[in-house]
């Protein structure tokens, strides 16, 4: 049997190659390529000829992920999906609309071995990567399923995107590819726990996306006692390469810190941060954001979620320290929005 070929991973000119290879006209890959973008399997593919539809059909791997269980938020309409992938495997992925347009937050890996400690995705390391078009279906079966258009991609779903760096950056053209999905680079963010041979090679690239550090301490001791990353490139590494990555794109970064009470959340944690963020980005200009985020609490870890009012006086002591800080808003709290809890309840 011939091994079957991975057809919506490939570019518009790699489908129009492999087509041609068969004696096909080139005008009949953009019409694929259409159809390949829209989710639509090749027997429904009405302007290609049958010979071809059969030829597809046989040669393709179909790697669209499937909706194994949805749920629906009763408070705000966020949509939670945990979807099954053609070799058994689940992964999540999280649907939110606002005022802006509707924003889909996807998994890169299904399970991480990034090890932070706060985070459910991690718990069960990591199986594998997940391919380009493994990523690009995610938001294709959304839309199939919503009816409604994703025009926001965050990748802060399950995986390290960064550790997954050849597929994340061939679902990163396929996406913007106006031909395809045409989602605008700016309307894209790709989080990192802090991969900085990742960082450095993604500021070559120069692709105009929001980079988003999740940084969770304000020192090397504190932020490896919960993320085993910082052992291997510890917080003046990191900023550093955040600099460097600023100075190559000009793209304002986003610092994602996750509040957990008693232990990085106190005033003096506030002032710490602005004080090591100022410093870091000292003489370039770069805005500084700070992107808080109550923790999620997971039945397998003791990280609790702090008062309203001790979060709000973070914030206000970033604030007046002269960093930008905003309260990331809780959508789908009644559906367990947290990455990976959906996961391992299902098993």
């Not at 999280?94 to 991690?122: D, E």
């Not at 990085?264 to 100022?278: I, P």
């Not at 002269?322 to 299902?346: E, F, M, P, W, Y």
């Amino acid at each position: 049997m011939t091994e079957k070929k991975d057809i919506l991973s490939f570019s518009l000119d790699e489908l129009t190659e492999w087509l041609a290879d068969m004696g096909q006209p080139k005008f009949r890959a953009a019409q694929i390529y259409g159809w390949l973008n829209l989710g639509t399997p090749p027997e429904d593919m009405t302007n290609i000829p049958k010979a071809l539809r059969d030829t597809l059909k046989e040669a393709m791997l179909d790697t669209l992920p499937r909706v194994r269980k949805k749920l629906v938020s009763k408070i705000d309409g966020t949509v939670k999906y945990l979807f099954s992938l053609h070799d058994g495997s689940c992964i999540e992925s999280v649907f939110m609309r606002y005022k802006h347009g509707n924003t889909l937050c996807i998994s890169s890996q299904v399970g991480c071995r990034m090890g932070c400690k706060f985070c459910a995705s991690t718990i069960g390391g990591k199986l594998r990567d997940l391919l380009p078009s493994e990523l690009l279906g995610q938001i294709i079966t959304a839309q199939r399923d919503t009816g409604e258009r994703v025009s926001n991609i965050v990748m802060m779903g399950i995986g390290e995107p960064l550790d997954n760096y050849d597929n994340v950056i061939k679902f990163l053209r396929l996406v913007g590819d106006e031909r395809g999905l045409n989602i605008g680079y700016r309307h894209i963010s790709l989080s990192t726990c802090g991969v900085v041979e990742g960082i450095d090679k993604l500021a070559r690239e120069n692709f105009p996306i929001t980079l988003s550090i999740s940084l969770h301490a304000v020192t090397d001791e504190a932020r490896s006692a919960i993320m085993p990353i910082n052992h291997k490139w510890g917080i003046d590494a990191l900023l550093r390469a955040c600099r460097a990555y600023y100075e190559t794109t000009s793209r304002r970064i986003s610092f994602e810190y996750t509040l957990l009470s008693g232990k990085n959340d106190s005033e003096e944690d506030a002032r710490a941060l602005a004080r090591l963020l100022k410093n870091a980005f000292s003489g370039t200009g770069a805005p500084l954001h700070v992107n808080l985020i109550r923790v999620n609490e997971v039945e397998e870890t003791d990280f609790r979620r702090g008062s309203r009012e001790s979060i709000e006086r973070f914030r206000a002591t970033l604030e007046k320290e002269g960093v930008v800080a905003t309260l990331r808003r809780r959508l789908g709290a009644d559906i367990n929005g947290a990455c990976g809890q959906l996961r391992r309840s299902s098993k």
